[in-house]
């Protein structure tokens, strides 16, 4: 690498490669995904793996085509052990240790949060985040201590306080994946009460991923309860990603009157120029009409909802430099509704999806391609496309 003046760069997780600034995309770039792995590639893993833990019964081709493509090698190397139930194990674990402790379970979960939102937690941190009016400082080294080898700490150069980390990314995915949903509701409830954002470390990284919708579907339940929480977050920020957010949720929870609101607000606040935000207006307004035109394929402001949200994505496509976001959604959207209705829009949403897919593959497979990491789901994608248009 000094002789030739490589510089190498890794990122944890590919599904974030595309939000990093374009600027940094400039020049030769060569990208190389670990994410996905050749099926021959993880049949030698699983072959490696020693008889007396491996499992008894191996998948067929296409379970090990599914686990290279889809599950990525950590979870794919779990289900090809003998002992395959690390994650019931982890689960029984979880319970067990909210049962014993639910303190010390709280603030473990607390960093687990905060570590998939790419930061760490601090000693403020954990002391804001302790209940009760009588809490000492020695109270956070000590339940610190109580979780024990799961959390670690974290050697900065501050002389003011401590910092600390989960000791395992994967298993504190699992441990937020398992954890129930009452349980995460609570922490995530007290932590957004309680911490301050003067707190939160690297707060803009943090801000970034904090209130994701995927958290608050799970915290929330109810959706009046999960509208409370960003009715009071927008109420600070002002924010349009954060009204997004709303939208998105209240869409899951199946609220698309107050969706439809949230996203208009978003759309305003952005003046329409943020692609991401059109993308989740498209979303939303496929996601209202799709079961009431199944309901009812006469329904013809159903259908003109549809046909405006498959609009606003081709627009996308066109237009934004990250354009596979788009171009993925628009497929999926395509095949649902080509799975009941065999008309022209269907035939020519499809047609639109395959050669966008069909140039998205052949740009992909240009060395150097910034995109090159996604060529294998465009190819699947492209097959499937191409299946349906066949049964048209």
């Known amino acids: 690498m000094k002789t030739i003046g490589a ?9 974030y490669f595309d939000s990093v600034s374009l600027k940094s995309m400039q020049g030769k770039l060569d990208v190389h995904s670990s994410s996905e792995i050749f099926p021959q590639d993880l049949q030698d893993i699983i072959d490696s793996i020693p008889a007396n833990i491996r499992r008894w019964n191996s998948d067929d081709l296409d379970e090990v085509e599914k686990d290279s493509g889809e599950l990525g090698l950590f979870e794919a190397l779990r289900r090809h052990v003998f002992d395959e139930n690390l994650t019931m194990r982890f689960r029984a674990k979880l319970n067990e240790f909210e049962a014993k402790d639910p303190q010390a379970f709280e603030v473990y979960m607390m960093a687990c949060y905060v570590a998939s939102c790419r930061t760490i937690v601090s000693f403020d ?21 109580r979780i024990e080898s799961f959390l670690v700490e974290v050697d900065l150069d501050d002389p003011h306080q401590d910092y600390f980390s989960v000791r395992s990314a994967a298993l504190s995915r699992i441990a937020l994946r398992e954890c129930q949903p009452r349980s995460f509701g609570r922490m995530f409830e007290r932590f957004h009460s309680s911490v301050s954002t003067r707190l939160i470390v690297d707060y803009p990284v943090f801000r970034r991923y904090g209130y994701d919708n995927e958290f608050a579907y799970k915290a929330y339940p109810i959706a009046k309860d999960g509208k409370s929480f960003y009715t009071r977050l927008v109420s600070i920020t002002d924010n349009a990603y954060d009204y997004q957010h709303g939208a998105i949720y209240l869409s899951k929870m199946k609220s698309f009157t107050d969706a439809f609101s949230w996203i208009d607000t978003a759309l305003s606040k952005s ?6 935000i059109r993308n989740t207006h498209a979303r939303i307004l496929f996601e209202a009409n799709i079961d009431v035109l199944k309901r009812n394929t006469g329904d013809l402001t159903a259908l003109d909802g549809i046909c405006e949200s498959m609009a606003v994505l081709q627009d996308c496509i066109k237009n934004d430099a990250r354009r596979s976001y788009h171009l993925l959604r628009f497929c999926d959207q395509a095949l649902q509704y080509a799975k ?3 008309d022209q829009k269907s035939k020519d949403w499809l047609t639109d999806a395959y050669e966008n897919l069909k140039l998205a593959v052949e740009q992909a497979q240009i060395s150097r391609s910034r995109d090159s990491y996604n060529l294998r789901k465009y190819q699947r994608l492209l097959g499937e496309i191409k299946m349906e248009i066949g049964g048209h």
């Open 7 to 15: 510089q190498l760069v890794s990122a944890e997780q590919s599904i």
């Open 125 to 145: 941190m954990i002391y804001a985040f302790l209940p009760g009016p009588n809490k000492q400082y020695n109270d956070v080294y000590d339940v610190v201590k």
């Open 271 to 276: 003046r329409g120029r943020v692609f991401s």
């Open 340 to 342: 009941f209705m065999d």
